[in-house]
């Protein structure tokens, strides 16, 4: 068959623009729009569910861990990737013996207590030291605050605990007491949440009227519970690297903001950064610290504050320091850090009780990033009154990974789209489709979805199938199936080798339940596909 004078069947989908095929093939919400055109951005509650999609996980300002490591699989090293993420920055040497004095937020009781061990002891901090005994009458070790003073106690084989006396045990009580062990170079530290391990010392430190538990620990040590409790000790070497000397800096850069002002330098939380102790440590990240060793960044003679997150979802935020830009960034973005969840309007209007029924969502965004940027202002029109509300406080009342979002009116999750889109597409991470990009529309008695990378269309008698951008845009164009004459899609797109027209082949086909839509292979618009009854 060719396509010369009046083919003997219709062929329709040859005149449309890229521009039109695009309006066409998403819908409500249009595809990646350019940030000029996404500044405003408003969804119109036609479902009782709407679905939002987010994108990256976390502040997005400095390094994206996801980006480090495709960055890294893409042939990288590391201080590529830093020089990448953190732009202006030198890597320099912070010298060896380094300590860092952590503290163990998740003890609170005021008091520390560890396990007997051969070779554990306690020291205070003028220097002197008491091996403490082993035995079965002693099966814990306390530090108590007593006013100003430490008193020392261990609990017997009943479980009592008595406070501990020898003559030989001459420790200054208004002096700093800490754990350590002379043999393992480990200590064991109860804790109510579960028992941990941690290299170095543990000291308690008076704090107030109360005490707090701090971990002197070598900054290399601390740094093998800290990279593998940041990112999976399986992923790419330089990743890991990359993860090593921002981890480190970042910790330098902490203590040197405090100052020395506090009884710690940093805290074991994600808060500060994620530290475990012995639990984390693996021998690919142990790799890692040590082929880095001492290595951090600087920037103007100071440590840089070195953020990192999980993902910027493809475009990183600005933050207070020259070296932390808002940029473009191909390495976490070929990672699809891309979550779509339905939200009922029920559930917005609990939290947003002023609005009544919700009738309209308006986004405002910063003009960066996939969709048209992150999110700066929402606001909620409903039949009783409009609130406006941030991004970030949008985010967090309903439990959003990110601003950088988008949302659609929705696929309800009880559809024959959403089903096949979440078991046989991957959801809103799979290649194929990705997020929606528009309302769940009732056409001709069937459901049509549009999709950022295509559609699904669903009736009774066929099914949920999928059509590409471009296959969608020239079925639209013909008129759906209301008026193109082809019915519903009967079959998803598939690859299609014989040679049937000119220039389509190798090319892609939908069968209707009258006729077919032939695409060129890798088609991006409806002119490069035909459209066939019969």
Same mark, same amino acid.
């Not at 893409?74 to 890597?91: A, D």
């Not at 040497?93 to 998740?106: E, H, M, P, Y």
């Not at 808060?271 to 021998?283: D, I, R």
């Given at each position: 068959?060719?396509?010369?004078?009046?083919?003997?069947?219709?062929?329709?989908?040859r005149?449309?623009?890229?521009?039109?095929?695009?309006?066409?093939?998403?819908?409500?919400?249009?595809?990646?729009?350019?940030?000029?055109?996404?500044?405003?951005?408003?969804?119109?509650?036609?479902?009782?569910?709407?679905?939002?999609?987010?994108?990256?996980?976390?502040?997005?300002?400095?390094?994206?861990?996801?980006g480090?490591?495709?960055?890294a699989?893409?042939?990288?090293?590391?201080?590529?990737?830093l020089g990448?993420?953190y732009?202006?920055?030198?890597?320099?040497?912070l010298?060896?013996?380094?300590?860092?004095r952590?503290w163990? %937020?998740?003890?609170?009781?005021?008091?520390?207590h560890?396990?007997?061990?051969t070779?554990?002891?306690v020291?205070?901090?003028?220097?002197?030291?008491? %091996?403490?005994? %082993?035995?079965?009458?002693?099966?814990?070790?306390?530090?108590?605050?007593?006013g100003?003073?430490?008193?020392?106690?261990?609990?017997?084989a009943?479980g009592k605990?008595?406070?501990?006396?020898?003559?030989?045990f001459?420790?200054?009580?208004?002096?700093v007491?800490?754990?350590?062990?002379?043999?393992?170079?480990?200590?064991?530290?109860y804790?109510a949440?579960?028992?941990?391990?941690?290299?170095?010392?543990?000291?308690?430190?008076?704090?107030?009227?109360?005490?707090?538990t701090?971990?002197?620990?070598?900054?290399?040590?601390?740094?093998r519970?800290?990279?593998?409790s940041?990112?999976?000790?399986?992923?790419?070497?330089?990743?890991?690297?990359?993860?090593?000397?921002?981890?480190?800096?970042?910790?330098?850069?902490?203590?040197?903001?405090?100052?020395?002002?506090?009884?710690?330098?940093i805290?074991? /939380?994600?808060?500060?950064?994620?530290?475990?102790?012995?639990?984390?440590?693996?021998?690919?990240?142990d790799?890692?610290v040590?082929? /880095?060793?001492?290595k951090?960044?600087?920037?103007?003679?100071?440590?840089?504050?070195?953020?990192?997150?999980?993902?910027?979802?493809?475009?990183?935020?600005?933050?207070?320091?020259?070296?932390i830009?808002?940029?473009?960034?191909?390495?976490?973005?070929?990672?699809n850090?891309?979550w779509s969840?339905?939200?009922?309007?029920?559930?917005?209007e609990?939290?947003?009780?002023?609005i009544?029924?919700?009738?309209?969502?308006?986004?405002?965004?910063?003009?960066?990033g996939?969709?048209?940027?992150?999110?700066?202002?929402?606001?909620?029109?409903?039949t009783?009154?409009?609130?406006?509300v941030?991004?970030?406080?949008?985010?967090?009342?309903?439990?959003l990974?990110e %601003?950088?979002?988008?949302?659609?009116?929705?696929?309800?999750?009880n559809?024959?789209?959403?089903?096949?889109?979440q078991?046989d597409?991957?959801?809103?991470?799979?290649?194929l489709?990705?997020?929606?990009?528009g309302?769940?529309?009732?056409?001709?008695?069937?459901?049509y979805a549009?999709?950022?990378?295509?559609?699904?269309?669903?009736?009774k008698?066929?099914g949920?199938?999928?059509?590409?951008?471009?296959a969608?845009?020239?079925?639209?164009?013909?008129?759906g199936?209301?008026?193109?004459?082809?019915?519903?899609?009967?079959?998803?797109?598939?690859?299609?080798?014989?040679?049937?027209?000119?220039?389509?082949?190798?090319?892609?086909?939908?069968?209707?339940?009258?006729?077919?839509?032939l695409?060129?292979?890798?088609?991006?618009?409806?002119?490069d596909?035909?459209?066939?009854?019969?």
């Amino acid at each position: 068959m060719a396509t010369t004078s009046a083919p003997p069947r219709r062929f329709l989908g040859r005149c449309l623009t890229a521009a039109a095929t695009t309006a066409l093939a998403v819908g409500v919400l249009g595809a990646a729009p350019t940030p000029a055109e996404a500044a405003t951005e408003q969804v119109t509650a036609t479902n009782s569910t709407l679905t939002i999609t987010t994108a990256g996980w976390g502040h997005g300002r400095g390094m994206s861990q996801y980006g480090a490591q495709a960055a890294a699989k893409q042939g990288l090293s590391y201080s590529k990737i830093l020089g990448f993420y953190y732009p202006g920055t030198k890597l320099e040497s912070l010298g060896k013996n380094d300590t860092v004095r952590v503290w163990i %937020t998740a003890d609170t009781d005021n008091k520390l207590h560890v396990y007997p061990a051969t070779g554990l002891r306690v020291r205070d901090s003028a220097g002197k030291t008491f %091996t403490l005994p %082993t035995g079965k009458n002693y099966t814990k070790w306390r530090i108590s605050r007593s006013g100003s003073k430490r008193v020392l106690y261990y609990r017997d084989a009943k479980g009592k605990y008595r406070k501990y006396t020898n003559s030989k045990f001459k420790l200054d009580p208004k002096r700093v007491w800490y754990f350590d062990n002379t043999k393992t170079g480990t200590v064991k530290l109860y804790l109510a949440s579960g028992n941990r391990t941690y290299r170095g010392s543990l000291a308690l430190r008076f704090y107030g009227s109360g005490a707090r538990t701090v971990n002197n620990v070598s900054m290399e040590n601390y740094l093998r519970s800290v990279v593998p409790s940041e990112m999976p000790a399986s992923w790419n070497a330089e990743a890991l690297k990359a993860q090593t000397v921002a981890a480190r800096t970042y910790a330098a850069r902490y203590r040197a903001n405090l100052g020395g002002k506090q009884v710690y330098d940093i805290c074991n /939380t994600a808060a500060c950064q994620v530290y475990k102790g012995t639990m984390t440590e693996y021998s690919a990240s142990d790799a890692a610290v040590k082929a /880095t060793e001492g290595k951090v960044l600087t920037y103007d003679k100071k440590y840089a504050w070195t953020e990192f997150s999980s993902s910027n979802g493809g475009y990183s935020v600005k933050g207070s320091y020259a070296y932390i830009k808002a940029q473009e960034d191909p390495y976490d973005a070929s990672t699809n850090q891309v979550w779509s969840t339905p939200v009922k309007t029920s559930t917005i209007e609990k939290k947003y009780t002023k609005i009544g029924t919700l009738k309209s969502i308006t986004l405002e965004r910063d003009g960066k990033g996939r969709w048209g940027g992150r999110v700066t202002q929402v606001t909620l029109t409903g039949t009783k009154g409009t609130q406006k509300v941030s991004g970030t406080s949008f985010k967090s009342a309903l439990g959003l990974r990110e %601003t950088l979002m988008t949302i659609s009116g929705g696929l309800a999750t009880n559809s024959g789209n959403y089903t096949r889109w979440q078991a046989d597409f991957g959801g809103s991470k799979g290649a194929l489709l990705g997020v929606p990009a528009g309302t769940e529309q009732v056409r001709s008695g069937g459901l049509y979805a549009p999709f950022e990378g295509g559609a699904l269309w669903w009736s009774k008698a066929t099914g949920s199938h999928r059509l590409s951008a471009a296959a969608n845009a020239a079925y639209l164009q013909a008129g759906g199936p209301e008026k193109s004459g082809l019915g519903f899609p009967k079959t998803d797109e598939y690859a299609f080798t014989k040679k049937i027209v000119d220039d389509f082949t190798p090319a892609t086909r939908v069968d209707f339940e009258v006729g077919m839509i032939l695409c060129k292979a890798n088609a991006k618009a409806a002119t490069d596909c035909l459209v066939s009854l019969g």
